[in-house]
Every structure is written in structure tokens, then in C-alpha cells.
């Protein structure tokens, strides 16, 4: 008896558990990596967000951008956002920028020359309002000359 009451309530909160859950094939990650590495030299690339399950980003869950920070700290580094005339949102740092494009689809991601001597490297942050498994963070590291 007791073992049938026991059963009756792990096949309950298993049911509560898998209903209660969000379908995370939907929601936003970048393509690839989360890691993002560039050589010394300025460049520019494109980064696609796509849903958990690869598929092109759906908008079905929405995301935010909270800034660039110094990886692994709480220690925000933004310095300029803009909205450019096409709609596309600019978020930049001294030697990198990020310019979300296409209704939140694609991620530019440019970066200028190196000449520091040293590898430098930044954290580009999102949020949504639901707390999530993925997301189209990215940390983007330059390495020196």
C-alpha cells in the first residue's frame, strides 16, 4: 500500500515536472561556439543566433542585451549605444563593437586592431525576462601581435 501511494506520487511530480517545463528547442543561442576568437588584426565577422535545436531563431522566446563586460566578473564596460537608421542596435567598447541586426537574428561582431601586446578579451551579455539554458551570449577574445 504504502509503495503503491509512493509510486502514485513520483509518477505525479514526474508529470508536474514535465508539463511545468519550456521547450528549450526554442530558445536563442549564437551559432557555433560561445567562444569567439580573433587574430591581432581588425576585423569584422557575423554570427548567426539560431534556437537550442539549430534552427534559425524563431522569435518565439525574446532576449535583451544587458552589455559587454570583463569575462567572469560582474564589471560592465559599455561605453556607447546607439540605434543606427536601419533599426540595428550598436553596443561598443573602446577596441570592440557589437551591432545586432535583422530583428535580433544576426550578431556583428567587429574589432580593431591589437597593438596592445596583450591578448584582451570581453563578455557579451543577454538576458530574458524567463531564466533560460541558452542564450546568445559570447565571449569574444583578440589575441596580441
Request: with cysteine; hydrophobic share 35%.
Amino acid at each position: 500500500m504504502k509503495a503503491s501511494k509512493l509510486l502514485w506520487a513520483v509518477v505525479m511530480a514526474l508529470t508536474f515536472v514535465l508539463i511545468s517545463c519550456d521547450r528549450v528547442t526554442d530558445e536563442p543561442t549564437i551559432e557555433g561556439e560561445m567562444k569567439k576568437l580573433f587574430d591581432s588584426q581588425a576585423q569584422r565577422k557575423s554570427f548567426r543566433v539560431l534556437t537550442a535545436s539549430g534552427k534559425p531563431y524563431n522569435h518565439k522566446v525574446d532576449w535583451h542585451i544587458v552589455g559587454i563586460m570583463v569575462p567572469s566578473s560582474d564589471t560592465y564596460l559599455t561605453k556607447k549605444v546607439d540605434t543606427l537608421s536601419n533599426g540595428d542596435l550598436k553596443i561598443s567598447y573602446d577596441w570592440v563593437s557589437f551591432t545586432v541586426r535583422e530583428n535580433k537574428s544576426v550578431i556583428d561582431v567587429e574589432v580593431q586592431k591589437n597593438e596592445t601586446g596583450k591578448v584582451r578579451s570581453v563578455y557579451f551579455s543577454t538576458r530574458n525576462s524567463d531564466r533560460q539554458i541558452t542564450l546568445p551570449d559570447m565571449r569574444v577574445t583578440q589575441r596580441a601581435e
